[in-house]
């Protein structure tokens, strides 16, 4: 994946993980650094990842959270009452945590930040909380508050500043699709859709938001800049996440609510941003910006590559010494417990050393400088984030090769070292030798045999089979004397005789033969149309406006239809969100599962 993006410093959102589920594709990627933020508590939600590409960045600190109030791993201290020197800075003070309505450790406890320093700017990996129901207002607006403040406060301390993630917050109605209809939904007109609290705040932070009305007092100016309007300011439709449940992708209704922006006095810094909304694997795709290679700061010009390293790994432009131990940091996903001092077991086997470099103990000439662009990707992973430079024709190693010994020579060695006498290999169970091992059945010699229907011979080739045997005197001795007799007849204990229960074989009715052998016979296809009917799928109704078939959906809004099925046309919903008619895009058609007829269908 990471080949494909083409991104040196990559950031996750909603890895929805726990440590527990870290693995080896995950932490042990060569070449790759990683910096995780992991819920405390919920399982299986939220989560921030940043990956870092060694061979062109490296940060020089990692935080985790927004407020600071967390501690490095290791350590009891938290990150705002580390020494200055080891603090990136710009933490909410004790008046901007005490007007937010959620507590500092609660909004950092659900793995929804990473920040790292580089020596060039500050960079914010977030997932800010998604606006999905009234009992989680108060948190979301507290984590905006105060993500608002860390930003504004790292701008006032001199520091360069680049945010990106999902913020889930669409700045402006032509940044979502749904505008008109949420506003209809909701009862609102458009000045109070624009100023609606998270809204309002975002708007603040950037130059040219809208904002409505006078300007809030502790946030007089605009900090942040949004690049990728800024690079197309009047695009239309371009949006970053769509509803999955109603496949909105294909007709483009949905939101822009990812974003890479940055701190007014590094724009020029960027050459391009943009989307990519043909990258698919999720409901959000990547949203990027890509940094020139001499970038100015502080009136001197410098390669980005000496910017974005600890100082002396480059200098213009030219690694001077490779990534080492020491430069590694405590949040760094290579020091956590469970993979601190390993290695990938696929990168073992796919880099092997060069016997002229176990010969030749002399350092290596420097690598040819990697590509100065730094990409940043936001990409969400709905499953488990994949490993970026796993081969695909890997092939499994050989193992090693041994002699094997025969029992003779296993018998030797054992006699070598006793008293002389050699002992007896140990004797496997075997049968009897008087008795006849049975040969194996047609039906046990494969597995396909096995779900094959027994033969049964017909009626005429058992009978003239019978009958040779008897004419021939080929039977089988009985398991009672008494009933071996020439006759058919057995003889009872007084020396008389009585008719046996079941006559000759020959003497017997076709009739009563024929019912024998079919109820011996096993039908593999009446059986397999026999389960066809039970697991089959209902046969679908066909759409009014495309004669297409239907899909099953079920309801999951409250209500006294909570729990029910209904059919509706399988085509995407189009850019008007709505259903339409006599168009590509999904029509009116609706039926409750209760009330189709499968013989309607006919």
């Known amino acids: 994946m990471f080949d494909i993006l083409e991104a040196d410093i990559i950031v996750f959102q909603e890895t929805k993980i726990q440590r527990k589920d870290l693995v080896d ?26 990956y870092t590409r060694q061979s062109v960045c490296a940060p020089i600190r990692a935080e985790e959270g927004i407020t600071g109030v967390l501690c490095p791993p290791g350590s009891s201290t938290s990150f705002r009452d580390l020494p200055n020197e080891q603090q990136i800075g710009g933490y909410p003070s004790k008046s901007q945590l005490e007007k937010s309505a959620v507590d500092a450790t609660t909004v950092d406890s659900e793995g929804r930040c990473v920040i790292l320093e580089f020596p060039a700017f500050v960079l914010l990996g977030v997932y800010s909380p998604a606006n999905r129901d009234e009992t989680r207002d108060d948190f979301r607006l507290g984590f905006i508050e105060l993500l608002d403040a860390r930003v504004r406060n790292l701008v006032s301390e ?27 939904k909701h009862g609102l007109t458009a000045q109070e859709y624009i100023s609606m609290p998270a809204r309002r705040i975002f708007n603040h932070l950037l130059e040219g938001g809208k904002v409505l009305g006078q300007r809030d007092v ?17 695009r239309q439709g371009m949006f970053t996440c769509w509803e999955q449940k109603v496949n909105a992708r294909p007709g483009n209704y949905g939101s822009r609510i990812d974003y890479v922006i940055c701190s007014l006095g590094i724009k020029e810094w960027f050459v391009d941003a943009n989307i990519q ?67 990938s077991i696929r990168d073992m086997f796919a880099r092997k050393p060069s016997v002229a470099k176990l010969q030749d103990p002399s350092p290596s000439a420097a ?33 090693l090769s041994t002699c094997e010994s025969s029992p ?33 059945e047609e039906s ?7 779900f094959q229907p027994k033969h049964t011979p017909t009626l005429e080739a058992v009978s003239t089979k019978e009958i040779e045997k008897q004419s021939n005197g080929d039977r089988r001795p009985s398991q009672n004397p008494l009933a071996d007799r020439h006759d058919g007849s057995q003889q009872d204990e007084d020396g008389g005789s009585q008719a046996t229960e079941n006559p ?99």
Not at 25 to 50: A, E, F, N, Q, T
Not at 369 to 397: F, G, H, W
Request: charged share 25%.
């Open 367 to 399: 690598p040819a400088p990697s590509p100065t662009n730094i990409t940043y990707e936001r990409t969400v992973t709905v499953q488990d984030p994949p490993s970026p430079n796993a081969p695909t024709n890997l092939k499994a190693p050989q193992p």
């Open 504 to 602: 000759p074989l020959e003497k017997r009715s076709q009739g009563d033969a024929a019912t024998e052998v079919e109820k011996a016979v096993f039908d593999p296809v009446q059986s397999k149309e026999s389960w066809s009917k039970i697991f089959t799928k209902p046969v679908a109704p066909r759409c009014e406006g495309h004669d297409e078939p239907c899909v099953s959906m079920l309801t999951k809004k409250n209500g006294v239809n909570r729990g029910r099925s209904f059919w509706m046309c399988s085509r995407p919903l189009g850019p008007s969100g709505n259903k339409e008619k006599n168009t590509q895009w999904r029509c009116h058609t609706f039926i409750w599962c209760s009330d189709w007829n499968p013989r309607d269908a006919g």
């Open 277 to 343: 909304e043909g990258l698919l694997g999720s409901d959000h795709c990547p949203v990027y910006a890509v940094i020139k290679d001499r970038i100015t700061f502080d009136g001197k010009e410098y390669d980005v590559r000496d910017v974005v390293n600890p100082p002396g790994i480059f200098v213009d432009g030219v690694r001077k010494r490779e990534h080492m131990t020491k430069d590694i940091l405590p949040m760094s996903g290579k020091l956590i417990p469970e993979f601190d001092g390993r290695r």
């Open 408 to 440: 003779t020579a296993i018998n030797k060695s054992r006699s070598s070292d006793g008293d002389g006498e050699a002992r007896p290999l140990k004797r496997f169970k075997s049968a009897s030798s008087g008795a006849v091992q049975a040969p194996l």
């Open 444 to 450: 046990q010699r494969s597995l396909k045999n096995f």
């Open 158 to 184: 001199g520091k360069r500043v680049i945010l990106t993630g999902d913020l889930n917050i669409s700045r402006d109605e032509i940044d979502t699709a749904n505008a008109q209809s949420s506003m209809r």
């Open 218 to 234: 502790d946030r007089r100016l605009p900090a942040m800049w949004d690049l990728c309007r800024g690079f197309h300011p009047s």
């Open 25 to 50: 594709d995950m932490v042990l990627i060569p070449g790759w650094d990683c910096y995780w933020s992991l819920p405390r508590h919920k399982k299986g939600y939220s989560g921030v990842v940043i």
